[in-house]
């Protein structure tokens, strides 16, 4: 079946209104501006700060002024941030494309066959030059239509793949409605964890999440918190909400890490230290990006080749500002992204070693993620005779093309 992109005309016009444009561009010069002040307002304090710790006055009022500066530079790289997000917003632009009436009356007479009446069809493109479609129809039929055989419907009069927004109710309405559906990507994952809790422990300190943030965007992150039990799961826990919260709420990965250490710096407990570990998939391409503050390696499987990932930084919270690391890889058709937590390098080092790790991952034949997350587990456990001294967590994403 012909992808989307094979049949795309030229003739797109944008649909953005020029004026919501040059209103959101306003807002985002005025953060921009506010955020410029507080940098000048920094320079400044730093300059008197330099002159007032030379005078040997009270060190106490130093740090206060020193952390009170270090605050406001956290402002304003968030104002930065936000003046970076209304500029992308200001700059998307869905552009549509015209459908000829001879190609319209055909496809609202093969829906019509199906039950489905058809009011309007418009074809959108937006600037990853992925499809969308908005259709207003209602059903002519007693039972209830599925808008998923709507979505197999359209894919077959249109030669391309289409599946519903997620927005979408189940059911088609019986009076005029507008739907979504969206072009499908051309990558499928699967998932699969395995946990082992540390032996004095009632909970993990490790948390994990799998989330699409837009459609074929999804996100996999881990964290760890410091030492183990509740208090290391609150920490890791909340880590991973405010990463998901930040990039839900259009934040790049990048200033969304540097809002979470802010936060964890910031904190008077000398515990709020957790590690992350991010892997982003772009199903549509196949391209993954890893970003890793403090975590462990991040091995990639591909038949019998291992390729590690591996990172020299220090986890969240130890500094006002970071330097995360960051990779990228392309994913093939029956890959698999394997990502673990401290514990489980530590049970390897009290057996074969973590430089066998490769090797091992290498000779798993199993298709499932959750058996070869399990599989990889096991094997760390019996490395370290059984006893589990750290919280041990391993998740495993597989990767496949839509046939």
């Not at 740090?63 to 104002?79: F, I, V």
């Not at 599925?146 to 088609?172: G, H, T, W």
């Not at 080749?305 to 970071?322: E, K």
């Amino acid at each position: 079946m012909r992808r989307m992109s094979e049949i795309r005309e030229e003739n797109a016009i944008s649909v953005i209104p020029e004026y919501g444009r040059q209103k959101l561009l306003g807002y985002a010069e005025s953060f921009r501006e506010l955020a410029e002040l507080f940098e000048e307002e920094m320079e400044i304090k730093d300059f008197e700060m330099k002159d007032f710790l030379e005078s040997g006055k009270d060190r106490q009022e130093y740090l206060w002024q020193k952390k009170l500066c270090e605050s406001r530079g956290l402002l304003a790289g968030h104002l930065k941030e936000m003046s970076c997000i209304m500029s992308d917003v200001a700059k998307e632009s869905y552009r549509y494309r015209p459908l000829s009436e001879r190609r319209y009356r055909q496809i609202a007479r093969y829906l019509k066959e199906s039950g489905i009446l058809l009011k309007n069809f418009l074809i959108l493109e937006n600037e990853d030059k992925h499809i969308e479609l908005s259709l207003t129809m209602k059903s002519q039929q007693r039972e209830s239509i599925i808008i998923a055989d709507v979505a197999d419907l359209i894919s077959v009069v249109m030669n391309i793949r289409v599946q519903p927004s997620k927005s979408e109710p189940l059911f088609m309405a019986k009076e005029w409605t507008s739907y979504h559906f969206l072009e499908e990507p051309e990558f499928h994952i699967l998932t699969g964890f395995a946990k082992a809790v540390k032996e004095t422990e009632k909970v993990s300190g490790d948390n994990y999440s799998f989330c699409e943030i837009e459609p074929g965007r999804t996100i996999a992150i881990l964290s760890d918190g410091m030492g183990s039990g509740e208090e290391a799961c609150e920490e890791s826990e909340r880590v991973i909400e405010m990463m998901e919260r930040l990039l839900e709420s259009g934040f790049r990965k990048e200033a969304a890490i540097q809002i979470i250490n802010g936060a964890l710096a910031a904190g008077e407990q000398e515990k709020n230290m957790s590690t992350l570990d991010i892997c982003e998939l772009n199903l549509y391409t196949g391209a993954c990006d890893f970003i890793k503050v403090g975590a462990a390696c991040t091995y990639i499987k591909r038949d019998n080749l291992v390729d590690r990932l591996s990172a020299r930084n220090l986890p969240l919270g130890v500094f006002q500002q970071i330097e995360p690391e960051t990779m990228r890889r392309q994913l093939q058709d029956g890959d698999y992204v394997i990502m673990l937590s401290d514990g489980v390098l530590d049970a390897l080092s009290q057996g074969v070693g973590e430089d066998m790790l490769p090797e091992i991952i290498s000779r798993i034949y199993h298709t499932n993620p959750a058996e070869i997350a399990n599989q990889i587990l096991g094997y760390c456990i019996r490395q370290s005779m059984g006893n589990i001294r750290d919280d041990m967590t391993v998740l495993v994403i597989g990767i496949w093309k839509y046939s």
